[in-house]
């Protein structure tokens, strides 16, 4: 098994490379069976960005700060638990941006697309789904739509579901709502198209964020899965993805 060793600029991260390299040898991403990124959630995010292309499969190391999307780091019999790990297919979101200029931008989001205010005014946002206006105006700090696996980042520190990773659903849900004051969010079939239309936007300007890829001063904003991009991931049978997020539904912490 051929194997590409990815890590964060950490130290700690770095080292790790060194000795993994030196155990296992290391080869380009083009060439490899598997791609072992060493980092956090954050460094495993941007290697799925950068890699999903390849369409190989990733099996993380957790070396950072986080690591919900990642295994425990450990240098013997690389290999054979690869071999034994449970595999989790992650569909992302693609963003469409449209700006006051009228240019659009597309980026894919892994955990989120969340749209913000850029001032000390709330935004004041239309949202619809499947083009029908569900909601003519919230007045909010802002909006998300979160896969399945994105459900326990953001999406949970703004209130929001944490959704089972097989479940086919994405959850919408609004940051510090102002109106409605009793709208909490929504969960939504996996194939819904989720139009989010910026109210006033030379008071109110509105920036919207595809994981790590922003765009300021938007006028619309349409979300949808992108099943064409979907990637893989490894995960210890003992720590499956799936286990994990059931599990977070009852931390204490």
Known sequence: MRFAFVASDTPVAQQARRKLVDHYADVPALEADAIVALGGDGFMLRTLHAHRALNLPVYGMKLGRVGFLMNKYQLDDLPGRIERAH??????????????????????????VSLLRQSNQAAHLEVKLNAVVKLPTLICD????????????????????????????????????F???????????????????????????????????????????????????????????????????????????
């Open 87 to 112: 595999l989790a297919t992650l569909f992302p979101l693609e963003m469409c941006t449209t700006d006051g200029d009228g240019r659009e931008q597309r980026a894919i989001a892994f955990n989120e």
């Open 179 to 253: 109106r409605p004051r009793r709208w909490r969010g929504a969960i939504l079939p996996h194939r819904t198209l989720v139009t989010l239309r910026v109210l006033d936007p030379g008071k109110r300007p509105v920036s919207a964020t595809a994981d790590f890829h922003e765009v300021r001063d938007v006028r619309l904003v349409e979300i949808r899965q992108a099943e064409e991009h979907g990637v893989r991931l490894l995960f210890d049978p003992e720590h499956n993805l799936e286990q994990r997020i059931l599990d977070e539904q009852f931390a204490a912490e």
């Open 142 to 177: 802002g909006i998300m739509v979160a896969t399945p696996a994105g459900s326990t980042a953001y999406n949970l520190s703004a209130h929001g579901p944490i959704l089972p990773l097989d479940a086919n659903v994405l959850a919408l849900t609004p940051i510090s709502p």
